[in-house]
Each structure stands twice: as structure tokens, then as C-alpha cells.
């Protein structure tokens, strides 16, 4: 199944890890899937996971993104900002998310890529386990020109984290 909010992983050995956002945003809307290869959270999560990869070689088995599932929080884009918490949490929200993931079976192992996904996965994902929390990927710690790219500024993030 693949939609704005979830695609699963292309690899079924490593599908059981979730890369988690708060919504869609503009390109997933229009491509109809999450972390939009053309939009800048897809560009900075793909350097991301390539430096996960690299960093902790024993979890995240390979450089690909699409190897892993992709999940948003809830499926509604928003032209700025994320949707509420009271939103994620809905009754609504909760049941469709375990309908989305239950393919992935009770193994699910969650990385966060902002508050709002952490409180999704803590507040609105029965039977996950947040594996890391890490700042979205267009955040501000991320984009950070200090220190040059994408790349640099992850692996500084997970250094100092």
C-alpha cells in the first residue's frame, strides 16, 4: 500500500523499521507518497539514513530509504505547520494508523522525525517502540549552514545526541 501517509519497505527484512513524520507535505501530496523524493524532508532523510547506515551498521542494514517503511502521522497535508495533537491521537486518527502498519506485524520499531511524530508514535501507535527521536528533517538543525550539508550536520546531531 502506498499513499501520503504510509509506503511500506521495499526490503520485508527491514520493513519492520519506520521512518515517521507529522503529514504530508506539498510534493507527497502530489506524488502520493511520503518523503517525497523531490521535496527537501525526502532529499534530507535519504542523507540520513545513509548516515544511520554508517553509524549504526548492525540496525539500519541498508543505505536505501525505501527499504524501510515511511509513515506519517496523519493524512491530512497542511500548507503550514502540523496537525494538532488532539488531531493525531483521534480515536479515527489511532484506528486508521494500526490499520496502515498492521501489515508490518507487533515488531514495529519506530524513528520519529520531530515532536509530533514522537507523540504520534507514543500516543497513537499501539505495540511500537520509538527507536530514536531525531529532528525533522527540514528543521532548522538540520538545515543549519554552520556546518555546510546535510550529511554534517546529521552526523553532527548524532554525536552530540
Request: aromatic share 6%; hydrophobic share 35%.
Amino acid at each position: 500500500m502506498v499513499s501520503a501517509q504510509f509506503r511500506q519497505g521495499d526490503n520485508l527484512s527491514l520493513s519492520y523499521l519506520c521512518f515517521m513524520g507529522a503529514c504530508p507535505g506539498r510534493n507527497e501530496g502530489i506524488e502520493r507518497r511520503p518523503f517525497s523524493p523531490n521535496g527537501n524532508a525526502g532529499r534530507s532523510l535519504r542523507v540520513l539514513v545513509r548516515v544511520l547506515s554508517e553509524v549504526y551498521p548492525d540496525r539500519f542494514l541498508s543505505e536505501r530509504l525505501d527499504d524501510y517503511s515511511l509513515l506519517n502521522a496523519h493524512p491530512t497535508p497542511r500548507p503550514r505547520g502540523t496537525p494538532k495533537h488532539s488531531a493525531i491521537a483521534s480515536p479515527e486518527n489511532r484506528s486508521h494508523l494500526a490499520h496502515l502498519v498492521s501489515p508490518l506485524g507487533n515488531a514495529l520499531e519506530v524513528i520519529c522525525l520531530g515532536r509530533d511524530a514522537e507523540f504520534a508514535a507514543t500516543h497513537a501507535l499501539k505495540n511500537a517502540r520509538v527507536l530514536l527521536s531525531l529532528p525533522h528533517p527540514t528543521s532548522r538543525t538540520v538545515n543549519s549552514k554552520r556546518r555546510g550539508s546535510w550529511e554534517l550536520n546529521w552526523r553532527a546531531w548524532l554525536e552530540e545526541s
